[in-house]
């Protein structure tokens, strides 16, 4: 093929001007040798950066021995992946594995639908449907997934949409009291919102909305697909925001869980839901769910190898230090252009003031600035209108990340006014 960029793949991502070939560690590389630092990761995918060892050998291993089986049996690598997610979280409960975030979220809201169909209004006996989601959210591009987003840009062309959600302000705890209604059966959340701009939930809100939810009889929904696994610092990461209190009830992962292999997963908490004490975990009974591909040996043995690296070479520690390192220097700047940074560990977002650079008109601020930085070999993902992300890999070093500053730098510098 002479030209890949003509390739006939449907034109549904506006692609920066790269073609890449290869990768290693940190690095990767176009058709001309030409490497870029890459603090893109995938979009928070590629924990152990690229090709990592460990996990060449695992898929190497696994491929050898069972690559895909139906889910009508039990496999080893699954199992052992499911015991050590239920470790990390540190409470009973229970994994199912899907392909990728989207699918796992088109879970939480089925078990959310199903909690409401078990625990009805308790004043009406009418089954409970409506799942509160924030406004700026991402919980992915399928039509359950669009519906519980928080942005109307993703939704343009789709409806009618999946019905029963309610997108309230984030972090008003306030408006959250006011939009409980009778058919309210979950509250979902990112607790940082990844696609809306990197905002963080806070920790009073976190506890107020654990707190309602206890008191409403509502599910507790985490959406971890960007944020969790140690990219903010703690393998759960509402544990990274100050709540370690905190008893979601059910959880969902993709992204950095697999290091590039696709992977999705949901945990779902073991606690009793009724007088009899039915496990929440045990709602989706055989027969109500399940995903062909979800958690095959291949796919299982890649996850579990990675977040044993994760966890062997504490990676969220080097999240923290590599944040504290950001920070510190962008702080020292003082540039006119750095708005602020947001975001915790390695999922930042960092804003500008666009007034203070040259964007061309009609550009949006945040993608032109990834065209300038991609130009100087660093590739970043933008966040909204006005930041990009700071995404690297878990065990990026203290080096590379003083290399993908001064590139920062240099390119603010380059935009800015003589």
């Known amino acids: 093929m002479s030209d890949i960029t003509q390739a006939p793949i449907l034109a549904t991502y506006g692609r920066f001007p790269l073609t890449l070939l290869r990768g290693e560690g940190t690095r990767v590389f176009d058709e001309q040798g030409t490497s870029y630092l890459d603090f893109c990761a995938g979009i928070a995918v590629c924990s152990l950066g690229h090709c990592h060892p460990a996990m060449v050998k695992a898929i190497e291993e696994q491929a050898r021995t069972l690559i895909h089986v139906s889910n009508l049996y039990h496999t080893e690598p699954a199992a052992q992946l499911a015991q050590l997610i239920t470790e990390l979280v540190e409470i009973p409960g229970k994994t199912f594995f899907a392909n990728s975030g989207a699918e796992a979220n088109d879970g939480l809201i089925k ?8 625990r009805p209004d308790p004043e009406s006996g009418t089954p409970r449907s409506e799942i509160i989601t924030f406004q700026q959210s991402f919980h992915g591009r399928t039509l359950g997934g669009i519906s519980a987003t928080g942005q109307q840009k993703v939704k343009e062309g789709f409806n009618p949409l999946l019905p029963g959600f309610c997108h309230l302000p984030f972090n008003d705890l306030t408006a959250l009291i006011q939009g409980i209604t009778p058919s309210t059966c979950a509250i979902l959340l990112e607790p940082i919102q990844g696609e809306g701009g990197i905002h963080a939930a806070t920790p009073e809100f976190l506890r107020g909305v654990a707190k309602l939810c206890k008191e409403k009889d509502i599910l507790l929904l985490l959406d971890e697909v960007q944020c969790g696994f140690g990219r903010l610092g703690e393998m759960m990461a509402w544990r990274a925001l100050g709540v370690p209190e905190l008893q979601p009830d059910a959880i969902s992962w993709a992204k950095g869980m697999g290091g590039g292999i696709p992977i999705g997963a949901f945990w779902t908490n073991d606690r009793s839901v009724d007088d009899i004490g039915t496990p929440l975990s045990c709602l989706l009974e055989p027969g109500s769910h399940g995903s062909t591909y979800g958690g095959n040996p291949l796919a299982a043995q890649t996850a579990l190898t990675v977040l044993t690296q994760i966890t062997a ?66 590739l970043v993902p933008p966040a909204g209108t006005n930041a990009i992300r700071f995404l690297p890999p878990l065990n990026v070093s203290e080096s590379d990340t003083s290399e993908a500053l001064t590139i920062l730098k240099t390119t603010l510098d380059q935009l800015s006014p003589s």
């Open 313 to 378: 070479n504490d990676l969220p520690a080097n999240a923290l230090a590599r944040e504290k390192q950001i920070r510190e220097t962008i702080s020292s700047w003082k540039h006119p252009a750095i708005a602020e940074v947001r975001g915790k560990g390695l999922m930042l977002g960092i804003a500008v003031h666009a007034e203070y650079l040259r964007i061309p008109k009609g550009s949006v601020p945040a993608i032109h600035l990834c065209n300038e930085l991609l130009k100087n070999h660093l």
């Open 111 to 118: 078990l959310a639908r199903r909690f409401g169909q078990h």
